[in-house]
């Protein structure tokens, strides 16, 4: 599962370092992904939004198994 989530995570991180950020898988245990946002994403106010709307969203999609995504 932890490879599959590194596959969806490389279809995010265009998106994410286009606008000088990045992200940064830790841990993936019983359907729960922990990431770490990095770069421009670790302290913008729209993370929160960008985790759940951008991240999370992709990850359920290509990954049935995520249950949620949280961060670090």
């Known amino acids: 599962m932890r490879q599959a989530v590194e596959q969806a995570l490389a279809k995010v991180r265009p998106m994410?370092?286009?606008?000088?950020?990045?992200?940064?898988?830790?841990?993936?245990?019983?359907?729960?992904?922990?990431?770490?946002?990095?770069?421009a994403?670790?302290?913008?106010?729209?993370?929160?939004m960008t985790l759940a709307m951008g991240i999370e969203r992709v990850l359920k999609q290509m990954v049935p198994e995520v249950k949620q995504v949280v961060a670090a």
């Open 16 to 39: 994410l370092q286009a606008d000088g950020g990045d992200v940064e898988l830790i841990d993936v245990e019983d359907g729960v992904v922990t990431v770490k946002l990095t770069g």
């Open 41 to 48: 994403c670790s302290g913008c106010p729209m993370s929160t």
